[in-house]
């Protein structure tokens, strides 16, 4: 069946450090895989997108890795700050869905807190 | 930039109502999407348009209808509402395989 996993529903970590997270898919074919914050009560936030046939696509203190092999992605986010605490998800399309389908399935979210 | 504008931003119906929640999308985008998010939960696919036409459709219930305008916003329609219906309903907009950029969503309560 297919399946989204995001490492862990929470995550801790000190102001300064690097947060990753982690990303793994099994039965999908994704053209791309995306990454979202959200916030409570909040519309996700686009943040980045990495395609297929990249390995790695970097924005600000954010970077995201990509490997289909592995069928993983790993989210980092530098320097972390109080600022940066909020839920991630990590969502794909489906190559195999067909022609025309481009909906996205979103993983559990993993909830990031930064502690000053 | 101009983004993805929802209304309204919060409902309250009664199980058996009706219920209409709007989406107008980004300026030039072509298609919307539908997405239900219940409490604690990551968001579902519910059904998308392409220059106004369905182009997919993921677990609509029956009950939920949508269509998008000449204008290209779109309405996600909701009888007989249940209280498991009681969600937050993004609507999202892109141009063609693009982006996704949510909008600010709809909390429909149902009492």
């Known amino acids: 069946s297919q399946k989204i996993e995001q490492n862990s529903e929470a995550l801790n970590i000190q102001e300064g450090k690097t947060a990753t997270l982690t990303c793994n898919y099994t039965n999908y074919s994704p053209a791309y895989l995306q990454w979202y914050r959200q916030d409570p009560g909040r519309g996700p936030v686009f943040l980045l997108l990495?395609?297929?046939?990249?390995k790695e696509k970097r924005k600000e203190r954010l970077k995201v890795t990509f490997d289909t092999t592995l069928k993983q992605s790993l989210f980092h986010i530098t320097a972390s700050q109080p600022a940066d605490s909020a839920t991630y998800l990590c969502a794909l399309d489906n190559k195999d869905s067909g022609a025309g389908s481009y909906q996205l399935t979103f993983g559990k979210g993993t909830k990031l807190s930064v502690i000053p | 930039a101009a983004g993805v504008i929802q209304s309204p931003r919060h409902l309250i119906k009664e199980k058996r109502e009706t219920a209409t929640l709007k989406c107008y999308p980004i300026?030039?985008?072509?298609?919307v999407y539908w997405y239900q998010q219940g409490p604690g939960q990551d968001p579902q696919f519910l059904i998308s348009?392409?220059?106004?036409?369905?182009?997919d459709k993921g677990s609509i219930p029956d009950r939920f209808s949508a269509q998008q305008f000449s204008d290209y916003h779109s309405e996600l329609n909701m009888s007989s509402l249940e209280l498991g219906d009681s969600a937050l309903y993004f609507c999202?907009?892109?141009?063609?395989?693009?982006?996704?950029?949510f909008g600010p969503g709809t909390r429909l309560t149902v009492l």
């Open positions: 990495i395609r297929e046939n990249e």
């Open positions: 300026p030039r985008h072509d298609t």
């Open positions: 348009f392409y220059e106004k036409m369905q182009s």
């Open positions: 999202a907009s892109s141009l063609i395989a693009d982006t996704q950029y």
